[in-house]
């Protein structure tokens, strides 16, 4: 398990979110370079380890259509629906990984990253107190480093937790 962090690259990040194309809609249509190792495809909804992890485990969740508001854009039934596949994406992520407690949360803004996504990151058992919480999630606390090799062998356990073929 990483402990370990890397410099992230802050300014490059925001520039490539708000003047590029949407990362999630690009995953969905297979455009080269937008490539994450997917854990999960229902057809309707995605989940993906996350390309810049703060914690061992981060995964994002989204629908695969380009939805932009987490609750008004959701009737009730869809937005139940979504919340399922985090929910279940996350008992597998604390199957696979050693987690002292997952943080689910919603991020974007529309001024980049404007699909919805769900963080799914599990923290770390033992982190000092200081080091959890915002601490934990923000990237500019650096992010861990990581090698395809690693993402993929991490993807394939919570494939198999998940029971999901992707």
């Known amino acids: 398990m990483h402990v370990d962090r890397m410099p992230f690259d802050s300014a490059g990040y925001q520039e490539r979110v708000r003047s590029g194309p949407c990362f999630i809609c690009d995953l969905v249509a297979g455009a080269p370079g937008s490539e994450h190792e997917v854990v999960f495809d229902d057809g309707a909804h995605i989940a993906f380890l996350g390309r810049y992890p703060t914690m061992y485990g981060h995964v994002l969740v989204a629908p695969k259509a380009h939805i932009e508001h987490v609750v008004r854009d959701f009737d009730q039934d869809a937005y139940l629906r979504l919340q399922a ?14 987690s002292e407690r997952t943080y689910l949360l919603s991020l974007g803004s529309q001024q980049g990253n ?12 033992g982190t000092p107190y200081e080091h959890q919480q915002f601490h934990a999630l923000m990237a500019e606390n650096g992010v861990i480093p990581w090698s395809e090799a690693e ?14 073929g992707t």
């Open 85 to 98: 596949v985090v929910h279940r994406v996350a008992r597998a992520v604390e199957a696979a990984v050693p």
């Open 114 to 125: 404007a699909h919805v996504h769900w963080h799914v990151q599990p923290l770390t058992p």
């Open 151 to 164: 993402a993929a062998e991490l993807g394939g356990r919570l494939r198999a937790e998940l029971g999901s």
